[in-house]
T-cell receptor, first 113, second 114 residues
């Protein structure tokens, strides 16, 4: 059974500083997704990573995927308050067209002045 | 383009009752997946429907069921509600399937079981 671990589960960030959060998973997969969730809201798709070495950037966030290490990182550059939210990674364990996403527990980021 | 819609947004039921939740996917999307989100268990996959067929299923009891109609709209049903069923139920639509193509989530239905 695929296990997805995110760490740390909570991160207090200082405005203007850089941080990296991690998503590890237990079985081979080259499909990984990052989502953001604000309190009381639904999930917003951030990044779709579909191959080893994939790197995507949007604003202050950059996500990468290393399928050999079974690891994805989400790098935050110069944190700002608007980035405070919970971030989930989800890994697809698929065989053929049969696909299933397993989510991590999420990392709650809080940016302080 | 309209997003994924879910109705109702909030629901309060009592133990033993049953409930039906509805999800309308983005136009052109054929896959609808359902998830349960709770503080303790996080986000857990319930099932996925594609072209009216259940394509994949998570580890939930048979009280949880679903279906998809020819217009891709989907419903999920929970019978004999238990307190532990209180959760945010999210549906997500994608063009080809939950892992194959990007998923877009609806706002969720918050179910409270008393």
């Amino acid at each position: 059974e695929l296990k997805v671990e995110q760490n740390p589960l909570f991160l207090s960030m200082q405005e203007g500083k850089n941080y990296t959060i991690y998503c590890n998973y237990s079985t081979t997969s080259d499909r990984l997704y990052w989502y953001r969730q604000d309190p009381g809201k639904s999930l917003e798709s951030l990044f779709v990573l579909l191959s080893n070495g994939a790197v995507k950037q949007e604003g202050r966030l950059m996500a990468s995927l290393d399928t050999k290490a079974r690891l994805s990182t989400l790098h935050i550059t110069a944190a700002v308050h608007d980035l405070s939210a919970t971030y989930f990674c989800a890994v697809d364990s698929y065989t053929g067209a049969n696909s299933k996403l397993t989510f991590g527990k999420g990392i709650t980021l809080s940016v302080r002045p | 383009k309209a997003g994924v819609t879910q109705t109702p947004r909030y629901l309060i039921k009592t133990r033993g009752q049953q409930v039906t939740l509805s999800c309308s996917p983005i136009s052109g999307h054929r896959s609808v997946s359902w998830y349960q989100q709770t503080p303790g268990q996080g986000l857990q996959f319930l099932f996925e429907y594609f072209s009216e067929t259940q394509r994949n299923k998570g580890n939930f009891p048979g009280r949880f069921s679903g279906r998809q109609f020819s217009n891709s709209r989907s419903e999920m049903n929970v019978s004999t509600l238990e307190l532990g069923d209180s959760a945010l139920y999210l549906c997500a639509s994608s063009m080809m399937g939950q892992g194959i193509s990007e998923q877009f989530f609806g706002p969720g239905t918050r179910l409270t079981v008393l």
